[in-house]
């Protein structure tokens, strides 16, 4: 049974930085892509970041591009975002996903999805 379960979020004010975690287990995740999303109050769910598990390849909405960086860790089966430079407009609940499909901005190709984790950036 695949599982995504994210950590990491929280409370910060803007200009600070998070780094959101996603523990990936259940499966192989070499030729998946691991993406992160987010979702905020009223909005439809956005795409952030997603990264190739097996070239490591990157791939980011303009809109973090500069402040947030997506890695994994092979040996711990784990992808981090680390956001730095927040601002209010990052408010949203953060969702881990795994997709088949490299680079794939659109959610409705990620076939596994973590719960989410709350992310608040104060101004």
């Known amino acids: 049974q695949v599982q995504l379960v994210e950590s990491g979020g929280g409370l910060v004010q803007a200009g600070g930085s998070l780094r959101l975690s996603c523990a990936a287990s259940g499966r192989t995740f070499s030729n998946y892509a691991m993406g992160w999303f987010r979702q905020a109050p009223g909005k439809e769910r956005e795409f952030v970041a997603s990264i190739w598990w097996n070239d490591r390849s990157t791939y980011y909405v303009d809109s973090v591009k500069g402040r947030f960086t997506i890695s994994l860790d092979n040996a711990k089966n784990t992808v981090y975002l680390q956001m730095n430079g927040l601002k209010p407009d990052d408010t949203a609940v953060y969702y881990c996903?795994?997709?088949?499909?490299?680079?794939?901005?659109?959610?409705?190709?990620?076939?596994?999805w973590g719960q989410g984790t709350q992310v608040t950036v104060s101004s």
């Open positions: 996903a795994a997709s088949r499909y490299r680079a794939a901005p659109d959610p409705n190709r990620y076939a596994y």
